[in-house]
C-alpha cells in the first residue's frame, strides 16, 4: 500500500481553489485536474463502478462482503481549498519529530509558526508535521480528508479478507464557497447514513454547526466635487462605514467563540458614487439566526430612511444546523464516538464553527456528521498537519465500517 503522506503530498500539489464569483459548476475547471486522478486512483484500486459526472462529483461504491444486510455507510471530503489563500505551488515542508520550538516558515519573511501564539502545538511534540512554506496554505482542508479516504479504501480493497457492508464514497468541488452538494444527487450515491472527512484537530466529532446566510449590500451614492458638495454629495464609503459601525461590535468573529454567532464583513469595495459590502451571517441557535438577520434588515432600513433610499439589501439562507437533522438519528454519532475510542483517541465533540457538505446533505435525508482530517489553521499560510492525525483519521473510517458491519 502506498504510505498516506505520499497521496497526501501528491493531492496537494494541485491549485483547486475555488471561486465564488463563477456561476458554473465547478467553480473553476483547475479541480477537476485532481478529481480525474482520484477517479483513476480508485479504478486502480479495482473499484470498478468509480465515476466522475459533469457536476465535478466522484462516487464510487465498495460492495458488501457480508451475508446479511447491513446499511450502506458514505464518506465524503471536498477537493477544493479555499480562495481567501493562494493554493498555487505549494511547497510543504516536513518536519519529523517537532521538538515544541517555533518552526521557521519563511526566511525571508521572518515568518514562524510559534507555540506562544498556537499553544495546541505542544501537543505534538515528537510527531512528523507538514507545514507551508509561508507563501501559500497548505490545502490540509480538505485533501487530508481526501487522503484518509483514499487510503482506507485502498486498505479494504487489498485486504479483502476483513468482513464490511457497502461503503460509499464521494469527493465533491466547491465546498468552500458553500456550494459543495449544491447538485450532488443523494438516492445515487446510494448511502444510509454518511460522515464527511473534513474537521480540524484528533478526535473532532461534530454533529451540530452554524445556521448561515449571506447578505448583499448596493449603496448608491451621489459623487459632486469636493469643493461643491455640501448639501448634495452622498458618500457611499461614509454609509457603509456607519452600516457596519451599526452592528454589534462583540459579535464580530474575533470576539465569539462554542456557540456565539457572529456578522463579518467578507469584503468592503467602492468609490463615493457607489459601494458594496458583502457580510456572512452565524448563528447555531434558530432564533438568534433570525434575529441577526432581522438586526441588518433593520439597519439597512434606518439608513434608507436617513440617506434616502440608498441601500439595496439582499439576504439569502446558505445553509442550517445539521443538529436537529442527526438527532433522530444518534446511532451514527454514537458509532463514531465508539469508533474513534476504538483507535484509541479521546473524542471532541463540540459545534462547528462554520458548515460542512454534511450539514447540507442531513437537510436532504443524509444524516452525515463530521469527523476530524487533523488539520489546524485552515485557509492561511500558518496552516499545518500532524501526520499522525491524518493516518488515524484514516483508522477511524474502518473502525466506523466496522461498527456498522458487526449491527
Known sequence: MEKILDKFLRYI?????????????????????????????????????????????????????????????????????????????????????????????????????DPAEFPELLSYQGQTLITTDGNTLLGADDKAGVAAIMSAAEYLMTHPGIK?????????????????????????????????????????????????????????GRNIHPGYAKGKMVNALIIGTELNNMLPVEQRPEFTDHYEGFFHITSFRGTVEEASLIYIIREHDHGKFEQKKQLMQDVAGFLNLKYGNCITLE??????????????????VEKAIKAIKAAGITPIVHPIRGGTDGAQLSYRGLPCPNIFAGGHNFHGKMEYLPLKSMEKASKVILRIIDEYAVT
Open 13 to 113: 500539489s494541485f491549485d483547486t481553489a475555488s471561486d465564488p464569483q463563477s456561476e458554473t459548476q465547478p467553480s473553476t475547471t483547475k479541480q477537476c485536474a485532481l478529481l480525474e486522478v482520484l477517479l483513476k486512483e480508485l479504478h486502480q484500486m479495482g473499484i470498478t463502478d468509480a465515476h466522475l459526472d459533469e457536476y465535478g462529483y466522484v462516487m464510487a461504491s465498495i460492495p458488501s462482503n457480508l451475508e446479511k444486510e447491513v446499511p450502506a455507510i458514505g464518506f465524503l471530503a471536498h477537493v477544493d481549498t479555499s480562495p481567501d489563500a493562494s493554493g498555487k505551488d505549494i511547497r510543504p515542508q516536513i518536519i519529523p519529530k517537532y521538538d515544541g520550538k517555533p518552526i521557521l516558515l519563511n526566511k525571508e519573511k521572518e515568518l514562524y509558526l
Open 164 to 220: 464490511h457492508g457497502p461503503v460509499k464514497i464521494a469527493f465533491t468541488p466547491d465546498e468552500e464557497i458553500g456550494r459543495g452538494v449544491a447538485k450532488f444527487d443523494v438516492k445515487k450515491f446510494g448511502a444510509a447514513y454518511a460522515y464527511t472527512i473534513d474537521g480540524g484537530q484528533l478526535g473532532e466529532m461534530e454533529y451540530e454547526n452554524f445556521n448561515a446566510a449571506m447578505a448583499s449590500i448596493h449603496i448608491q
Open 315 to 332: 439576504m439569502k439562507d446558505q445553509y442550517f444546523n445539521m443538529r436537529r437533522q442527526i438527532e433522530p438519528h444518534m446511532h451514527v
